[in-house]
């Protein structure tokens, strides 16, 4: 028996959550994502009191506590935020979209292709600053070949999830096999993009990065309309004036662009936007405009405090935080297969 998106969320799809709950879960996360930034920018090999980690954030204070802070700790910081938002996003326009609790962009082979496309131009020697074209590039070459393979089945859950994971397994091994062949001088700077880091941000790349995925947040929160309306099923859709297809395509592009924009920044991380619309749906209940803010703002929170953990809390130097999210997924994407196939009492499916 295959489960619907809706069985797969159980309760948690039913729920009601008045706008007073929204904004405390609202303010809650902004206020957890506060405190997470703080800590960030004040620990480290060199620890400081967050007064004064808060003081040479802002450029007040001894020059070098101002180096360290603004030019290490804090792009570092904010590239986690922003990647974060973005795959949270991500995840929970794709979710919704394709009414499956497992479609994520790094289930389906949309960060593969983004880091493939990121790291085919470090090859090219391209700026860093057309690093997200080339992501967004290889993020809709990705979408291409999944629609591609999995069209016939008309986008059934089981054939979309196993064609995902093969397109990702395949385009993962393409960067690997680039960055073998690459130069030592090159390897190094690529091997965020075989399981993703935010080491070595700099405000270039986070500034850009950050512009582009508000545009994205900002266009997926503009058509989040289209998608409750296709939360109806098609036939509805299109009885009230919907062209169902153009709004598939449209909402695919934004959740690709997202997805292939927080790629570009943090390499393939994994894990986040496949976990972080059912973390929001348990929260909040049905989804709406908010929850979709929501989503991006718990992603933030998730990356954030995985990077912070990476840093502090675990004994082995260097390892790039998608190893931590790699293994909170493995096990999360076994529960979500095992509730894949066994029926909700009551789910309606």
């Known amino acids: 028996m295959t489960l619907t998106y809706k069985a797969v969320a159980g309760r948690d799809t039913r729920r009601t959550t008045g706008r007073g709950s929204l904004l405390a879960y ?21 620890g400081m009191p967050a007064s004064v980690a808060l003081r040479a954030l802002a450029g007040f204070g001894d020059p070098g506590d101002v180096l360290v802070v603004q030019e290490l700790r804090a792009p570092r910081a904010v590239a986690a935020i922003v990647a974060g938002a973005g795959l949270g996003a991500a995840g929970c326009v794709l979710q919704r979209l394709f009414r499956n609790p497992l479609a994520s962009p790094d289930v389906m082979g949309v960060t593969g292709g983004a880091s493939l496309g990121a790291v085919a131009l470090l090859a090219a020697g391209a700026s860093q600053l057309l690093i997200p074209i080339g992501a967004l590039a290889g993020g809709l070459l990705s979408a291409l070949l999944l629609g591609v393979f999995a069209w016939r089945s008309g986008l059934a859950v089981t054939r979309l999830v196993l064609t995902g994971l093969a397109v990702q397994a395949g385009l993962a091994a393409a960067v690997n096999l680039m960055i073998v062949r690459f130069p030592a001088e090159l390897a190094g700077s690529a091997l965020q993009w075989t399981t993703g880091s935010v080491y070595g941000r700099t405000w270039t790349e986070v500034w850009g990065g950050a512009a582009a995925v508000l545009l ?29 297809s153009a709004a598939r395509l449209q909402l695919l592009l934004i959740a690709v662009t997202l997805a292939s924009l927080a790629a570009a920044l943090a390499g393939p991380v994994t894990f986040v936007a496949l976990a972080v619309p059912h973390i929001v749906r348990f929260l909040t209940g049905p989804p709406t405009a908010a929850t979709l803010a929501l989503a991006a703002l718990t992603g ?37 297969m095992f509730r894949q196939s066994t029926p909700v009492r009551g789910s309606g499916a």
């Open 26 to 46: 609202g303010t809650t996360g902004l206020l957890v994502l506060l405190g997470l930034l703080t800590v960030a920018v004040s620990t480290g090999e060199m």
């Open 216 to 244: 994205a947040l900002a266009a997926a929160l503009i058509t989040n309309r289209r998608l409750a309306v296709l939360d109806l099923g098609d036939d509805s859709a299109g009885a009230l004036g919907l062209n169902t």
């Open 300 to 336: 933030a929170v998730l990356l954030l405090a995985s990077d912070l953990v990476v840093q502090h809390l675990l004994p082995i130097e260097g390892l790039p935080v998608g190893a931590v999210t790699a293994t909170l997924g493995a096990p999360w994407l076994l529960v979500l």
